[in-house]
């Protein structure tokens, strides 16, 4: 990438917590194909526009697997180790994918439900008892994903204060020092392998215990590759559904009506969650993308060997795809309107595979928290709510609520 005096800083800063930075609005219209320098200090071409960013997520030359590769450019000083999902291109990716894809299909997502609504109502009703105002993170936002991804993957709720510190040094960009960023990270690491010898002996009706018998039976799985899936799994099975949740309580609090907009009846609250997910982005960009040969998008030629990210919060604000990007449209995505689909799970053949439990999981909290606080409202000014700045998720840092 030649020298360039206008190259940027990725992610641009977030000063307000109510919408994303008004840089990729400029990015869009004027440099669609931006040259910007990563946490690392590497370069990369930040693409902007709906259109590039589905190009960018799902065209085979720009390879997850080779952002591992020594030489390649890398997001931050502590990347994601090689061997898992977010490192891996198909056909690897797709062995890997196929061994954990059916715990997440929507058939058996729908049988989880009761317990999701029954882990759900637990938290709400804890919160009640408290009283407010409270901080609707610590009392709802994180544990509910958290207790959701426990049972399913195995790993005790009561450890949650421990691995929710190691996770935040492994979404970290800039939050953290490489050394701490490390130092979570082998923390975690050792957890997990600590775990799964628990399995080993005492096996259980979990992910968890499911992987390590396909590892023990010479399956298609490393001791490395079953780390790194459990603790893909934990962390992303978590943070992301952390931040849209936090993020999407604010909103509808910032709008009149507030939590009385979420709907009673299936289609119109999954089409709330829909829009929710499109105008709060998990993070500002799909995982980091290594070129594996010379592609061009968005009229640029980018060479091989080039960092690429898609932009997936400006690309869901692109008025090229959706009108009035900007508007928080509740019946955006009813089944009779053209708007969609939105890009905040990704696209090709890395889109989320938590996508369906994910969903899910926003339905069945809002229409909980709905019925049980009808008069939910924000315990502070909304211009005071700030975001966690220097990860790879957008978080708030806190949101007090309190209620009649």
């Not at 609005?25 to 526009?49: C, H, I, K, Q, T």
């Not at 934990?234 to 909103?251: D, K, Q, R």
Request: negative net charge; aromatic residues 6%; charged residues 25%.
């Amino acid at each position: 990438m030649p020298d360039n005096p206008t190259v940027r800083s990725y992610p641009p800063p977030r000063r307000s917590a109510t919408g994303i930075p008004g840089e990729y609005a400029r990015l869009r219209e004027a440099d669609p194909a931006a040259e910007v320098v990563m946490p690392s200090g590497d370069p990369a071409f930040l693409f902007s526009r709906y259109d590039d960013v589905r190009t960018v997520l799902s065209d085979s030359r720009c390879s997850r697997a080779a952002t591992v590769l020594p030489e390649s450019p890398k997001l931050t000083a502590v990347p994601f180790d090689a061997g898992g999902l977010f490192t891996m291109d198909p056909p690897e990716h797709t062995r890997l994918r196929s061994l954990v894809a059916g715990a997440f299909t929507a058939r058996r997502v729908e049988l989880l439900r009761p317990r999701i609504a029954e882990l759900a109502d637990g938290l709400l009703a804890g919160m009640a008892e408290r009283g407010g105002p409270v901080d609707f993170n610590d009392a709802f936002a994180f544990p509910y994903p958290v207790a959701v991804i426990c049972e399913l993957l195995g790993v005790p709720f009561a450890d949650r204060e421990r691995f929710r510190a190691w996770s935040e040094g492994i979404v970290s960009l800039t939050a953290h020092t490489p050394e701490e960023m490390l130092e979570r990270k082998l923390a975690l690491v050792g957890y997990l392998q600590d775990l799964a010898r628990d399995k080993r002996r005492r096996p259980g009706d979990d992910l968890l215990s499911a992987l390590v018998q396909v590892r023990d039976e010479d399956g298609p799985l490393t001791e490395h590759e079953l780390i790194t899936m459990a603790m893909t799994l934990l962390v992303a099975g978590h943070e992301t559904t952390v931040s849209v949740l936090g993020a999407s309580v604010f909103t509808l609090l910032r709008h009149d009506g507030g939590v009385k907009l979420v709907p009673e009846e299936p289609e119109p609250l999954a089409a709330l969650v829909e829009e929710l997910l499109r105008i709060n982005p998990i993070g500002d960009g799909g995982p980091l993308r290594v070129t594996t040969d010379e592609i061009e998008v968005a009229g640029v030629t980018v060479p091989a060997g080039s960092a690429v990210i898609g932009a997936i919060c400006s690309a869901n604000r692109d008025g090229r795809r959706f009108g009035d990007p900007d508007r928080f449209d509740p019946d955006r995505f009813a089944p009779d309107r053209r708007d969609g689909p939105h890009l905040a799970f990704g696209h090709g053949p890395h889109y989320c595979l938590g996508a369906p439990l994910a969903r899910a999981e926003l339905q069945i909290a809002l229409s909980a928290l709905a019925r049980r606080f009808p008069g939910l409202r924000l315990a502070a000014p909304a211009e005071e709510i700030r975001m966690r700045t220097g990860l790879l998720v957008n978080r708030l840092e806190a949101l007090p609520v309190e209620w009649d």
